[in-house]
C-alpha cells in the first residue's frame, strides 16, 4: 500500500543537516558494463562457485517500512534461512516516521543496520554522501550472484530506476546502482463501473475528457443514485506526494519537465507557457470535478473515497484502487475497472512511478550476507510467493507478470492486468535527479493549492521556478 503521502519536513530537516557530509564518487558503475572497473568494492573479494551457504550462520539487520511487501517478506524469512543458514533480525517501523530513522542512522555512520528499504527517490539524497552500497560488482560477479538470479527478468526500466551517476541532472540508467527494484506502483485510471454505466461514461482518452467526466460525475451523480459523489480523486495536500503520481503522469503525457539540463545545470520548467497551461487546467478540473476539502488530501483519503462510492474515479497508484476493489474489501469492491488514463497530445502514455526498492548500507560490515539476502529478496522464487499469496501485484520481474497462476489471480479486477501491460514498459520516474526533490516538490504542491485557490497560475509558477533556481541551478 503506498502510505508515501505523509509530509516529509522532518525527512527534509534531517537531509539537509547531513547535506555537508563529505561526497564520495561511485565505487563502479552500474550493472552490465563488461568494460566497467569496481574499483576496490567488496564485491571483488568474492571468488570461487556461488554457493548460497557460504555465509552460514551469520546474521543481517534489516530495517523496513511497514507495508504489505514487508508482510511478504517476513512471511517467507524462513525459506531464506533454510536456504543460506542466515539468520535476518528486522525492525519495521510506520512509514511517517520510517525515513527519518533510516536516515539518522545512514548519516551516522553506525551501520546498525545492514540492509533496508528506500524508494528510488531516496537514492538522490543517499547516494551522493557515500551512504548506499553500488551493487553494480555484486551482480556482475558470478561468484557472489547466482545464475538463477536472471538479471535480465527485470523490467529494465525498473532496474534503471536504482541506477545514477550521483551527478544532479544526469539520467538514470547510467552509473552505479545503488538500489534494486521490489515491488512498484505505476499510475493509472480506476474508475467506478456503476456510475459509469448509469450515466452512460467510457473511460477518458484525453485530458480533455477527463476533465469534462470529472464534472459530469460530480454534476449528475446524485440523480442516479450516487448521493454526494464527486467526480475524480487526486492528491491535494501540501506534500511533495501530491506531484509524483496522477499530476507528473499527465504532465509527463504533455511532454511536459520538471527541469531542463543544459551542461549540468538545472532551470526550473514547470513555469514554461505549456505547463502553466496544463497547471491551470488540472487546477480547473480539481475546482470542478474534486472533493470539497482538496488540500488535505493524501492517498489514504483518495483511495478511500473511490472504495466507499464517494469518487467516480482515481487518478494515483494501481494499488490505491487495488485495495479497495479486492472482494469485500470496500462498498465499491466488484465495481471498480482500470484503465490506462488519458493519453498526451501525441499518444503518449508515459507514466510516474514510485518504487520501494531495497538497498545495502556502505558501511555494513556483512556485505556478503547483505547481498545474498538482497538477491534472495528480489530473486524469482519469492516475488512469485509474494505476488500469489499477499499483495505484491506489480511485479518487478516480467516472469512473474507472465506467470498464468498470477494473472488468473487479478483476472477478476476488470482491466487490470491490461492496464498494467499498456503501461508498463511506458512508466519510468518522470523527474529529473537532483538532492533537493522532496523540496522541490513540496513547494510545487503548496503552488498547485494556490493556485486551485484562485492565484494567477503564471504568476504562482513564475515564484515558484525562480524560488527553485536559487536552489537548484
Known amino acids: 500500500m503506498d502510505t508515501h503521502a505523509h509530509d516529509r519536513r522532518r525527512f527534509l530537516a534531517l537531509t539537509a543537516a547531513t547535506a555537508a557530509a563529505p561526497l564520495l564518487t561511485a565505487c563502479g558503475a552500474g550493472f552490465g558494463g563488461d568494460d566497467e572497473q569496481s574499483d576496490g568494492s567488496a564485491a571483488d573479494d568474492v571468488t570461487g562457485s556461488f554457493d548460497w551457504k557460504r555465509e552460514k550462520g551469520t546474521t543481517v539487520k534489516a530495517l523496513l517500512n511497514k507495508h504489505p511487501y514487508t508482510d511478504a517478506l517476513i512471511a517467507d524469512l524462513k525459506s531464506f534461512t533454510e536456504r543460506t543458514g542466515i539468520e535476518v533480525e528486522y525492525d519495521v517501523f510506520p512509514e511517517d516516521n520510517y525515513f527519518d530513522k533510516l536516515t539518522v542512522d545512514l548519516s551516522s555512520g553506525r551501520a546498525s543496520y545492514d540492509v533496508f528499504m528506500l524508494g528510488a527517490y531516496m537514492v538522490w539524497q543517499y547516494g551522493p554522501p557515500g551512504w548506499l552500497e553500488d551493487l553494480g560488482p555484486w551482480m556482475r560477479n558470478s561468484s557472489a550472484t547466482g545464475a538463477e538470479w536472471d538479471q535480465a527478468d527485470f523490467f529494465p526500466n525498473l532496474l534503471q530506476a536504482g541506477q545514477w551517476s550521483l551527478k544532479a541532472g544526469a539520467p538514470l540508467g547510467q552509473g552505479g546502482q545503488y538500489a534494486l527494484p521490489w515491488g512498484w506502483e505505476t499510475n493509472v485510471v480506476a474508475y467506478n463501473t456503476d456510475v459509469f454505466g448509469r450515466l452512460g461514461l467510457k473511460p477518458a482518452e484525453t485530458f480533455e475528457e477527463l476533465r469534462e467526466i470529472a464534472g459530469v460525475i460530480k454534476r449528475k451523480a446524485p440523480g442516479v443514485g450516487f448521493d454526494g459523489m464527486y467526480g475524480i480523486a487526486v492528491r491535494g495536500s501540501r506534500s511533495w506526494a501530491t506531484i509524483h503520481p496522477g499530476f507528473m503522469t499527465m504532465y509527463a503525457r504533455n511532454g511536459l519537465k520538471d527541469f531542463t539540463v543544459d551542461g549540468g545545470r538545472l532551470t526550473p520548467a514547470m513555469n514554461s507557457p505549456r505547463a502553466v497551461a496544463f497547471t491551470r487546467d488540472w487546477a480547473a478540473m480539481v475546482r470542478q470535478g474534486g472533493p470539497p476539502s482538496w488540500t488535505s488530501y493524501t492517498w489514504y483519503q ?63 560490515g556483512k556485505k556478503l550476507a547483505s547481498w545474498l539476502f538482497l538477491q534472495w529478496a528480489t530473486g524469482k522464487e519469492h516475488l512469485r510467493r509474494a505476488a500469489l499469496t499477499h499483495h505484491h501485484i506489480d511485479p518487478v520481474r516480467r516472469s512473474v507478470a507472465d506467470d498464468g497462476a498470477y494473472k488468473d489471480k487479478m483476472r477478476h479486477l476488470p482491466g487490470f492486468i491490461e492496464t498494467f501491460e499498456t503501461v508498463v514498459d511506458r512508466t519510468r520516474i518522470q523527474f529529473t535527479p537532483q538532492a533537493q526533490f522532496f523540496d522541490a516538490t513540496t513547494s510545487w504542491a503548496a503552488a498547485l493549492q494556490e493556485i486551485y485557490g484562485g492565484k494567477d497560475a503564471r504568476s504562482v509558477l513564475g515564484d515558484l521556478a525562480d524560488d527553485l533556481a536559487g536552489k537548484v541551478g
Open 302 to 364: 483518495c483511495s478511500s473515497d473511490l472504495g466507499a462510492k464517494k469518487a467516480g474515479m482515481l487518478f494515483d497508484a494501481d494499488t490505491a484502487a487495488y485495495f479497495q476493489a479486492v472482494k469485500g474489501a470496500s462498498p465499491a469492491s466488484g465495481r471498480i475497472a482500470f484503465h490506462p488514463g488519458p493519453k498526451g497530445p501525441d499518444g503518449s502514455l508515459a507514466t510516474n512511478m514510485w518504487i520501494w526498492s531495497l538497498g545495502m548500507n556502505a558501511k555494513s
